[in-house]
Every structure is written in structure tokens, then in C-alpha cells.
């Protein structure tokens, strides 16, 4: 009964974690995407000025500067929505790992010869069943 109410448990806190960070990567995506766009739009911008600039026969590099300055700061933001979205999966990693090994070390420990349940070495009593380990 506790492993069936524990693994329900389980699937819900991975159906929610997992639902949770696709929306919020959705967001960080869709700013990406955005940034990239304006990125684009700055790129075009500069080159219509610096092409105007030139056919007048005039310096265009201080309105260069301000636009690649423009550019540059899109970049970094794109920068970090890409960390916060390295974040988000290891965030995930962590939480999904936690409760998918509920009890249960990652290597080594001792197997219930009840339940087959791996348990921690230095655990007397098996964490599923309750059946004494040796
Ligand atoms: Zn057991």
C-alpha cells in the first residue's frame, strides 16, 4: 500500500516538475527568440545607417557604437536565458533524481532479501518492506 501511494506520489512530482520547467523553458525560449529577432532588426538598422552615412559622405561610427552597443547587450541577456535554462534542467535533474531514488543509495547498499528494495549500507531495517537486513 505505501509503495503504491509512493509511487503515485512520485509520478505526479515528476509530472509537475516536468510541466512546470517545459512552460517555464517556453518562456526563456520565447525571449531567446525575441532577442534575436531585435538583434536582426538592430543589424539592419546599423547597416542602413552606415550605408546612408557613407553615401552622404559622412562618419557614421558614433551611431554605430550606440547600435553595437545595443547588440552586445542583447547578447548577454540571450547569455543568460541560456543559464537560466542550464539551471532549470539541473534543477530538474535534482529534484527527479531525489525522488526517484527515494531511499535508495546510487551504488552499493544492501538488497532486501524480502523485496528486492536496495537499501543504504548501514540501514538494520528495509526502507519498503520493513523485513531485517543482514
Ligand atoms: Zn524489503
Redesign the pocket.
Known amino acids: 500500500m505505501a509503495s503504491l501511494k509512493e509511487s503515485i506520489t512520485k509520478s505526479i512530482t515528476t509530472l509537475n516538475v516536468k510541466t512546470n520547467n517545459f512552460m517555464e523553458q517556453s518562456k526563456y525560449k520565447t525571449y531567446i527568440s525575441t532577442l534575436e529577432d531585435e538583434i536582426q532588426k538592430l543589424k539592419l538598422q546599423a547597416g542602413t545607417i552606415a550605408y546612408e552615412k557613407w553615401n552622404k559622405g559622412e562618419d557614421a561610427k558614433e551611431e554605430m557604437e550606440a547600435i553595437f552597443q545595443q547588440i552586445a547587450g542583447k547578447y548577454k541577456e540571450i547569455q543568460v536565458q541560456q543559464e537560466n535554462i542550464q539551471k532549470l534542467y539541473q534543477q530538474e535533474q535534482q529534484i527527479l533524481g531525489t525522488a526517484g531514488n527515494q531511499g535508495q543509495p546510487a551504488a552499493g547498499g544492501i538488497f532486501?532479501s524480502?523485496?528486492g528494495?536496495r537499501n543504504a549500507e548501514n540501514y538494520r531495517f528495509?526502507v519498503?518492506?520493513g523485513?531485517p537486513l543482514q
Open positions: 532486501c524480502q523485496c528494495t528495509c519498503k518492506c523485513s
